[in-house]
T-cell receptor
Framework: QKEVEQDPGPLSVPEGAIVSLNCTYS??????FMWYRQYSRKGPELLMY????GNKEDGRFTAQVDKSSKYISLFIRDSQPSDSATYLC????????????FGSGTRLLVRP | ETGVTQSPTHLIKTRGQQVTLRCSSQ?????VSWYQQALGQGPQFIFQ???????GRGNFPPRFSGLQFPNYSSELNVNALELDDSALYLC??????????????FGPGTRLTVL
């Protein structure tokens, strides 16, 4: 079983839709949770960074962490064609282990 | 743009050869991590360098090795290349003070093809 599970998609939505992207994880030691956006043939770009449970909002993006159910979500409001990319969730223990553990990524396509 | 740069952009090697990939970290950062991303997969952690010393290693064989220099730039070396080493190699830099969070910013990657 992978430590972080993510539906690969693709997820296709019309422009303006609310997008919900999700991950589950298995290790309760994870303390930090991230969402990265990766365009084709580019490096991952950090979108959101959260510590422990709760919500964090940044513009059209909201990240949500529920540690009790080991569930991570990213919501995108008013989605745009430029949001079409692969979205990667990642976790980190935050003790002596600094490695990021990624999901496999969800491909999102926002249709004009 | 994160300020993390990698070279070369693309590389083609044959099986059994050796390769060196380079990374310049973002200004002010003291830590470099390397990841391997196979097609359609998330990045997999190779190792991290902090203050010129290896600080954690993923499930990769010893033929994957690295260096960090006093200016915090870094190299990833892979010996005896195998076909399965074909992937996007990503460098991420961060600033660590001590234990706790380690926000990592990625470069554009080097795409390695092994024939």
């Amino acid at each position: 079983q992978k430590e972080v599970e993510q539906d690969p998609g693709p997820l296709s939505v019309p422009e303006g839709a609310i997008v919900s992207l999700n991950c589950t994880y298995s290790n309760s030691a994870f303390q930090y949770f991230m969402w990265y956006r990766q365009y084709s043939r580019k490096g991952p770009e950090l979108l959101m960074y959260t510590y422990s449970s709760g919500n964090k909002e940044d513009g059209r993006f909201t990240a949500q962490v529920d540690k009790s159910s080991k569930y991570i979500s990213l919501f995108i409001r008013d989605s745009q064609p430029s949001d079409s990319a692969t979205y990667l969730c990642a976790t980190q223990r935050g003790d002596s282990s600094y490695k990021l553990i990624f999901g496999s990524g969800t491909r999102l396509l926002v249709r004009p | 743009e994160t300020g993390v740069t990698q070279s070369p952009t693309h590389l083609i090697k044959t099986r059994g050869q050796q390769v060196t990939l380079r990374c310049s970290s973002q200004s002010g950062h003291n830590t470099v991590s390397w990841y391997q991303q196979a097609l359609g997969q998330g990045p997999q952690f190779i190792f991290q360098y902090y203050r010129e010393e290896e600080n954690g290693r993923g499930n990769f064989p010893p033929r994957f090795s690295g260096l960090q220099f006093p200016n915090y730039s870094s190299e990833l070396n892979v010996n005896a290349l195998e076909l399965d080493d074909s992937a996007l190699y990503l460098c991420a830099s961060s600033f660590r003070v001590g234990r706790g969070e380690d926000t990592q910013y990625f470069g554009p990657g080097t795409r390695l093809t092994v024939l």
